[in-house]
């Protein structure tokens, strides 16, 4: 089944321990994003991947890192978690190829609580 | 980045009553917009886009170009379409990586 999972769905933890959320894909998509959701703000792009080694910002990157060593999977680092960063994230990806347009898939969601 | 604007936040209908979720966008290129919707605690899933100009789950959005919008429209609203719903730009091949969504506009429908 072609799908996007995240790991882990839920986490608590407190104020910088240092933590790691997976995101996996299995439809050899090359472009992969991380968003965070809050209430009355929607959904923010973190950081996204066109590609394998080729990461970039998007709206909301201080605080997280992302990496892209291979193409099934893009981890999200927060190596110092504060409580702003208490969020619904979400990991996406997509198929690209110059001119198309096409769906992002989107995974469970990970919900964050950083006490 | 390609940009999208939802202005409202909360649009609540009555069961039956027609609804237009607002989608506005502002940027150049070709504006092949998506929809997403997600129900409550699930995950965000593509209800519709632009260039397939089809209707699903009774939901149409057409693209105005003259007035920059892709408003989602349906004219009987049923309590199941409670949900939170996304305007979404295109990412693809290219440097059009950097996604701006719309805030979302949640959508109750009342019995």
């Known amino acids: 089944e072609a799908q996007v999972t995240q790991n882990p769905r839920y986490l608590i933890t407190v104020t910088g321990k240092k933590l790691t959320v997976t995101c996996s894909q299995n439809?050899?998509?090359?472009?992969m994003s991380w968003y965070r959701q809050d209430p009355g703000l929607g959904l923010r792009q973190i950081y996204y991947s066109m590609n394998v080694e080729v990461t970039d910002k998007g709206d909301v990157p201080e605080g997280y890192k992302v990496s892209r060593k291979e193409k099934r999977n893009f981890p999200l680092i927060l190596e110092s978690p504060s409580p702003n960063q208490t969020s619904l994230y979400f990991c996406?990806?997509?198929?690209?190829?110059?001119?198309?347009?096409?769906?992002?898939?989107f995974g469970p969601g990970t919900r964050l609580t950083v006490l | 980045a390609q940009r999208v604007t939802q202005p409202e936040k909360l649009l609540s209908v009555f069961k039956g009553a027609p609804v237009e979720l607002k989608c506005n966008y502002s940027?150049?290129?070709?504006?092949?917009l998506f929809w997403y919707v997600q129900y409550s605690r699930q995950r965000l899933q593509l209800l519709l886009r632009?260039?397939s100009r089809e209707s699903i789950k009774g939901f149409t959005a057409d693209l105005n170009k003259g007035e920059t919008s892709f408003h989602l429209k349906k004219p009987f609203a049923q309590e199941e379409d409670s949900a939170i719903y996304y305007c979404a730009p295109p990412a693809h091949g290219g440097s059009q990586g950097n996604l701006i969504f719309g805030k979302g506009t949640k959508l109750s429908v009342k019995p």
């Open positions: 632009h260039i």
């Open positions: 996406a990806s997509l198929k690209t190829g110059f001119g198309s347009y096409n769906e992002q898939f």
């Open positions: 439809m050899n998509h090359e472009y």
């Open positions: 940027y150049s290129g070709s504006p092949e």
